[in-house]
């Protein structure tokens, strides 16, 4: 996810996209080919101040690189419909840019799967009309009826991946196997960390390295967390969701929290970048379409939703992004390669020891956000 106030990275400008947007194109050149590139805008900073977007578009508010050029051209070739994205780095900063007023700007939101439960608290999401939508039969039986949203009854699974560790193993004084090794080596490690800029994810994670859960709700497990996490503070360089590549590329940083999409495309690129699932357990994550309560362009939604969950289209978008797909129709087009990647479908074992983010209560929330906000302000 690209850092605000720039403009949105192309994949031939970025060394994070270089392995992934070459797979997309070879694999998805049937849906892309001949398309103009003027059909899609996508940029960083919000849509015109002054409410909804009634311009018979479909706005987009997503992660970096969920939706390129190809596959919002092909979506106009389709339905006539322009595609206008605008990028979030953040669950949390997208939240917020709703409730200051974006929810009229959107049609389409990607929130992962513990901020639908936040949004459903707080009414923002759209009630599904299910009769519309063709293709949740693909769903694999996991998604048909997730906790954070039963019965799928205001989103829609796109994807979903872990976090772990990224590292280069001409960098690193060793090889991590679990979250503790980053507290274990933080001498030789100092600034050479990167964690995520994501409170639930890295709060979450240190919880994990006490054998705590990502939603412990106990206020001394979260305390001891981010008494945890203070200790490592001045021994991480950042905290980035994304702009590490390089970095951890050219040696300056050892190892890089990431999210397995990210990791697995620079691991591709460079055979000295290693992905690990920490043997304790990690995040599952799932990200999610929705359709924002004030939503201007509700039928424009619906018909991006049915497209993304047609196999052909999901398939490719899979091979583009390296996360995993929810969707088993899809799935079954995917080369061997990718099925059997166990980065991308980690091994029941360790699957059994991981968790998915859900909302906490509000004291624990408060306590998140206070102690999260001490913490990136050191």
């Not at 293709?135 to 872990?162: I, K, M």
Request: aromatic share 10%; hydrophobic share 40%.
């Amino acid at each position: 996810m690209p850092v605000p106030g720039t403009r949105l990275q192309t994949p031939a400008d970025s060394r994070r996209f270089a392995v992934s947007r070459r797979r997309f194109l070879q694999g998805s050149a049937a849906v892309v080919t001949g398309l103009a590139a003027a059909n899609c805008r996508q940029n960083l900073a919000g849509p015109p101040a002054g409410g909804g977007s009634n311009d018979g578009a479909l706005h987009i508010y997503t992660w970096a690189n969920y939706t390129d050029d190809g596959l919002a051209q092909a979506f106009t070739e389709r339905t006539g419909i322009p595609v206008v994205v605008d990028i979030y780095d953040s669950n949390e900063i997208m939240l917020t840019r709703l409730q200051a007023g974006g929810g009229d700007a959107y049609s389409i939101i990607y929130p992962s799967d513990y901020m639908v439960s936040e949004m459903l608290e707080l009414d923002l999401l759209t009630a599904l009309d299910q009769s519309r939508i063709t293709g949740l039969e693909n769903l694999r039986a996991q998604w048909s009826n997730p906790a954070y949203d039963p019965n799928n009854a205001h989103s829609v699974p796109f994807c979903w991946g872990t976090t772990g560790l990224l590292y280069n193993r001409e960098a690193s004084p060793g090889e991590p196997t679990d979250w503790n090794f980053l507290w274990d080596n933080q001498a030789q490690l100092s600034r050479r960390i990167t964690m995520l800029d994501d409170m639930r994810e890295t709060l979450g994670a240190t919880l994990k390295s006490l054998g705590y859960s990502y939603n412990s709700n106990n206020p001394d497990e979260i305390e001891a967390a981010y008494n945890r996490l203070l200790e490592l503070r001045p021994h991480i360089a950042a905290f980035k969701t994304t702009g590490f590549e390089n970095e951890l590329l050219s040696g300056d940083l050892s190892v890089s929290m990431a999210y397995s999409s990210d990791a697995i495309a620079l691991t591709l690129e460079d055979e000295r970048m290693q992905y690990i699932i920490p043997a304790s357990g990690a995040s599952l994550w799932t990200d999610t379409l929705a359709i924002p309560a004030t939503a201007p362009n509700v039928d424009a939604a619906y018909q991006w939703i049915n497209f993304l969950l047609e196999p052909e289209v999901a398939s490719s978008a899979v091979e583009r992004l390296f996360f995993a797909t929810a969707n088993q129709a899809a799935f079954d087009l995917l080369p061997a390669d990718i099925q059997n990647n166990a980065d991308l479908y980690p091994p029941d074992e360790i699957l059994a020891k991981s968790e998915g983010i859900v909302a906490v209560n509000t004291a624990s929330t408060d306590l998140f956000d206070q102690f999260w906000t001490e913490v990136t302000s050191a």
